[in-house]
């Protein structure tokens, strides 16, 4: 059974960092590349983020690069995205993916607020 299980949300002040975690199961996770997509209230999910199968290449939406990291661990089957210098329009249910498998995960919300 396939399983894309995200972690690591939650609320953050403006200026402060979370770290998501996605737990990939039930199928090679090594051979695939991985994505995160967000999807704040009343908008359509965006892309993030992604990383090839093996890790050496990455790519950005221009409105979190620079403050955001995305990477993977193919021994552990997990793929990480560390965001830093959050903004409330970071604000979103943040969903990890394999995109040419059509594999999502369940989102973690990430809310950024004074």
């Known amino acids: 059974q396939v399983k894309l299980v995200e972690s690591g949300g939650g609320l953050v002040q403006p200026g402060g960092s979370l770290r998501l975690s996605c737990a990939a199961s039930?199928?090679?996770?090594?051979?695939?590349?991985a994505s995160w997509y967000r999807q704040a209230p009343g908008k359509e999910r965006e892309f993030v983020a992604a990383?090839?199968?093996?890790?050496?290449?990455?790519n950005y939406a221009d409105s979190v690069k620079g403050r955001f990291t995305i990477s993977r661990d193919n021994v552990k089957n997990m793929v990480y995205l560390q965001m830093n210098s959050l903004k409330p329009e970071d604000t979103a249910v943040y969903f990890c993916?394999?995109?040419?498998?059509?594999?999502w995960g369940q989102g973690t919300q990430v809310t950024v607020s004074s």
């Open positions: 993916a394999i995109v040419r498998r059509d594999y």
């Open positions: 039930g199928f090679t996770f090594s051979n695939n590349p």
């Open positions: 990383i090839t199968s093996g890790g050496g290449t990455t």
